[in-house]
Each structure stands twice: as C-alpha cells, then as structure tokens.
C-alpha cells in the first residue's frame, strides 16, 4: 500500500516561487514514476510534469522553463520547483505515483496553489 503526503502549497504573488514536496509513504519507491498534475475550476486534471528513477523528467508546454520535478531516493520524496508563478497556474496539484509493476496508480490528497495580487 502507498500513500502521498503533499505539502507546500498557499498564496503566492504573480511572479513568486513556491516548492511542493511529496513523500512517498510505502516500499519500493524506485519502483515507481512519479508526478505532478494539476486541476483548476472547471477544468479537467491536467499532467504538470513526471519523473522517472532514473531522473527522466517531461513537462507540460505551460510550465516548461519554470517548473522543475525532482526526486531524492534518500528522502523517499519528490518535489516541485515553481518559479515566476503566473495566475493561470492556480489550481489543486496532486501528487501521484505510478507503478510500473502493477500499473496501479496512486494519488495524495492534493494542495492549494492561489497565485494572486
């Protein structure tokens, strides 16, 4: 069994950074890619970025440039970079890790991000 605890989240300016950090609470976490998504009001749960163990990373086109996905294999934990936050970018991110073993997905609960003057 897996279990996500994301934090990190809150109310940034237009412009502003934030870091989201998501541990992974279970065995084998090199077994899994993990990733960040996304969902705004209204709007369908969209894939941030992704990182694989072996450090593979993929961005969404809107994030690419400002946002960096990392893991620590140590710390069983991945995070999220945000630089130069734009309003568009407010939405719940919810971390997820995929199996690639049993294909099984895995979501946390997810976290508030409100970029706003």
């Known amino acids: 069994q897996v279990e996500l605890a994301e934090s990190g989240g809150g109310l940034v300016q237009p412009g502003g950074s934030l870091r989201l950090s998501c541990a992974f609470l279970g065995n084998f976490f090199a077994d899994y890619v993990m990733g960040w998504y996304r969902q705004a009001p209204g709007k369908e749960r969209e894939l941030v970025a992704r990182?694989?163990?072996?450090?593979?990373?993929n961005y969404a086109d809107s994030v690419k440039g400002r946002f960096t996905i990392s893991r620590d294999h140590a710390k069983n934990t991945v995070y999220l970079q945000m630089n130069s936050l734009k309003p568009e970018d407010t939405a719940v991110y919810y971390c997820?890790?995929?199996?690639?073993?049993?294909?099984?997905?895995?979501w946390g609960q997810g976290t508030q991000v409100t970029v706003s003057s």
């Open positions: 990182i694989t163990s072996g450090g593979s990373t």
């Open positions: 997820n890790a995929y199996s690639l073993s049993s294909k099984r997905d895995y």
